[in-house]
């Protein structure tokens, strides 16, 4: 798998929980720890992917 495409594939997985966290925030039996567990997620690969871009240029 190529850089760029395993960047890409990042990008999919970081706004599929984008759009998680946005409705469990909306859900009123979300529990802040489901929350912040799914925003760590977003962080860890949201630094791979800068990580990446940086290792690509």
Known sequence: ????????????????????VEELQRSPGATDAEIAELKKQKLRIKEEISRLDVTAE
Not at 9 to 15: G, N, T
Request: glycine residues 0%.
């Open 1 to 20: 798998m190529s850089v760029s495409s395993h960047v890409e594939e990042l990008k999919r997985k970081h706004q599929t929980l984008s759009d998680k």
